[in-house]
């Protein structure tokens, strides 16, 4: 059965992510220099199951009206480093959808205002939280619930912000069906930052708010 060989070939190899990152990572969402929402990601881990919720919130004001408003949750479920379970909802402006998956003997079985399908094999979202997407060739998109065909670029060792302080990490840059966007991790394969081109041509960079400066 394929669900079998999925349970033996784990899509992640950190066993315990809620080690790595202490239960949270949380980041400022800046856009043009200003703080204009918050993102975190959270970890509870029971036995081999780990649940992964993120959420993302985010204000677009002018003259202190706000113009745009957008709202991100995911709920991640993974059963031996497989994911077996992705709810996201998107309040995006005026339009609000779902996208929803599920793994069954066929394979990651994926419902999204575009329709359904079935996606074969382990698979990563693109929740950054996990560092091994980088050798990854595809990603299943959280805000199209389409999968992408995706090559990673390493630009080496960067200096960069965290909050009220630096730190060491690798940029990636994505490519392939994915692109204007960089991924930062740390030397434990720790998610450390976030930049990407919006729909409106601004620069969107999550600073950590949570990460520790390194010793």
Same mark, same amino acid.
């Given at each position: ?13 950190? %066993?315990?992510?809620?080690? %790595?990152?202490? /239960? !949270? ?6 856009? /043009? ?10 970890? $509870? ?5 780990? *649940? ?18 957008? &709202? ?12 077996? @379970? ?16 599920? $793994? ?6 994926? %419902? +999204?205002?575009?329709? %359904? ?8 979202? *693109? ?36 909050? &009220? ?5 690798? @940029?990636?840059?994505? +490519?392939?069906?994915? *692109?204007?966007? +960089?991924?930062?991790? &740390?030397?434990?394969? @720790?998610?450390? !930052? $976030?930049?990407?081109?919006? @729909?409106?041509?601004?620069?969107? !960079? ?10």
């Amino acid at each position: 059965m394929i669900i079998v060989l999925l349970a033996v070939q784990p899509a992640y190899s950190q %066993t315990k992510p809620i080690d %790595t990152y202490n /239960n !949270k990572i949380g980041f400022d969402v800046v856009r /043009n220099g200003e703080v204009v929402g918050q993102h975190a990601t959270t970890f $509870l881990q029971d036995g081999s199951d780990l *649940t992964v919720k993120s959420k993302m919130n985010l204000k677009i004001t002018l003259f202190g009206i706000p113009v745009y408003l957008f &709202d991100y949750t995911s709920v991640e479920k993974w059963s031996d480093g497989v994911l077996s @379970r992705l709810d996201v909802d998107v309040k995006d402006g005026a339009d609000q959808f779902k996208i929803s998956s599920s $793994l069954n003997a066929e394979g990651l079985i994926i %419902t +999204s205002p575009s329709g %359904t399908f079935t996606a074969r094999g382990p698979i990563i979202s *693109t929740n950054h939280w996990n560092a091994d997407v980088v050798r990854q060739s595809r990603v299943l998109n959280t805000l199209t619930g389409k999968i992408n065909q995706v090559d990673f670029i390493n630009k080496g060792e960067e200096r960069i912000p965290i909050k &009220d302080s630096y730190i060491l990490a690798t @940029r990636y840059d994505y +490519s392939g069906e994915l *692109t204007d966007t +960089s991924v930062w991790y &740390d030397s434990r394969g @720790r998610w450390s !930052k $976030l930049e990407f081109k919006a @729909r409106d041509g601004s620069i969107v !960079k999550y600073i950590c708010n949570t990460c520790k400066p390194q010793l």
